[in-house]
């Protein structure tokens, strides 16, 4: 349809855990992984990719975000169409 569609992922719990999308200017995903950093304390990773026409090239992005278990921004990057790494 005009807006396109999309499926959301949620765990057990009903805690979000990744999304995709597409309509007709691009596409992407989202992916939520709760893990530990190096020295065992809880993190929340976040990494995704969206993709769209620019006229007509097609252009990329893809990010990898971390958090603190109550949504604190600690690090990420994001690399762009050019692939320059940003962050």
Request: glycine content about 14%; charged content about 25%; aromatic content about 16%.
């Amino acid at each position: 349809d005009d807006y396109g569609s999309g499926t959301f992922y949620m765990d057990a719990n009903y805690n979000w855990v990744g999304d995709t999308w597409s309509n007709d200017w691009g596409s992407g995903f989202s992916v939520e992984l709760k893990t530990f950093d190096g020295d065992g304390k809880a993190i929340v990773k976040r990494v995704g990719e969206n993709t769209w026409l620019e006229g007509d090239q097609k252009e990329t992005n893809s990010y990898t975000e971390t958090f603190d278990t109550s949504g604190k921004y600690l690090e990420g990057t994001e690399i762009n169409s050019f692939g320059e790494t940003i962050g």
